[in-house]
């Protein structure tokens, strides 16, 4: 397919923080995306962590794999994941930030609680874009849902998933998680029933959720962070999800993301790049 057809979505990124990309992706790039997953959910890192309770199914998330699996590079690399993030968010040059593994095996009714990415992050700014990209078809049960306009602020409180916990800001430095549900009128949902080659691309500080998975369905899908033109470093005083140790020696806070484990994907006028 061609970049102009991906990149007909459902939805206004900017607008709205989230948006679906109908078979953005071609069957060799699923290919490269299903023998990642298949070698990743093999060879777990240390950082991976199961992110369901014992008796429920197996949440696997793991992260940072990109180097280790020639398949996940070569997606990464060679799709128009980067092109596509690069003009959602109005880029002139897109870089890796992160690959972010997340599978529910059948079974699993841990659902994923409402949250922002950034908070957990390393990095400060809005032009940036989380790929999460399923393999199996996901059905609207099992999708991720967004608050439409959450994106725009204000950062909410990030907890622990399973025993919500604070551990990266004090109590009370940031505001709670509003109970969505309770005030339908008030937010607007957008969720979305995804084939193998769609794809949903959101910011990283818009709120969303997901449910579990029913029966005998998988839902194995591998997230990408991609920054633009306005990330920067953010160091914290408390471990980021994921970590990056030693980072703060490298690059200084508030300056670009220049450093080999965030190569330049794509750039305006140059497309996709490769190695």
């Keep these: 397919m061609s970049r102009a057809d991906a990149l007909q979505t459902e939805g206004d990124y900017l607008l709205d923080g989230a948006v679906c990309v109908r078979q953005a992706f071609s069957t060799d790039h699923l290919d490269l995306v299903r023998e990642a997953i298949e070698a990743n959910l093999a060879d777990l890192s240390p950082r991976a962590k199961r992110a369901s309770a014992d008796s429920d199914g197996a949440f696997i998330e793991d992260f940072c794999n ?8 070569r ?3 060679e799709s128009p994941a980067a092109e596509i993030a690069g003009h959602l968010t109005g880029s002139n040059t897109i870089r890796f930030y992160h690959d972010h593994l997340l599978v529910k095996e059948p079974g699993t009714r841990q659902q994923t609680p409402w949250h922002q990415d950034q908070p957990y992050y390393n990095v400060d700014g809005v032009q940036n874009a989380s790929l999460w990209l399923p393999i199996d078809p996901v059905d609207r049960s099992a999708t991720l849902q967004f608050i439409a306009g959450s994106h725009l602020g204000p950062w909410y ?8 916990q604070a551990k990266w800001f004090p109590e009370g430095s940031l505001e709670e998680m509003p ?37 005998p369905n998988r839902r194995r899908v591998l ?31 508030g300056a670009p993301m220049d450093h080999p484990l965030f190569p330049v994907l794509w750039a305006a006028g140059g497309g996709t790049l490769g190695p």
Excluded at 157 to 164: A, W
């Design 66 to 73: 990109w180097t280790r699996f020639g398949t996940m590079e």
């Design 223 to 253: 997230s990408l962070r991609f920054l633009g033109d306005d990330m920067v470093h953010a160091p914290r005083r408390w471990t980021t999800s994921p970590p990056f140790d030693g980072l703060e020696n490298d690059i200084a806070a």
């Design 75 to 77: 997606f990464i690399r």
């Design 179 to 215: 109970d969505f549900a309770a005030d339908p009128q008030r937010w607007r949902v957008l969720a979305w029933e995804l084939e193998p080659g769609d794809a949903v691309f959101f910011n990283m500080l818009t709120a969303h959720s997901s449910g579990g998975v029913e029966g």
């Design 157 to 164: 409180m990030p907890r622990t998933f399973l025993d919500e």
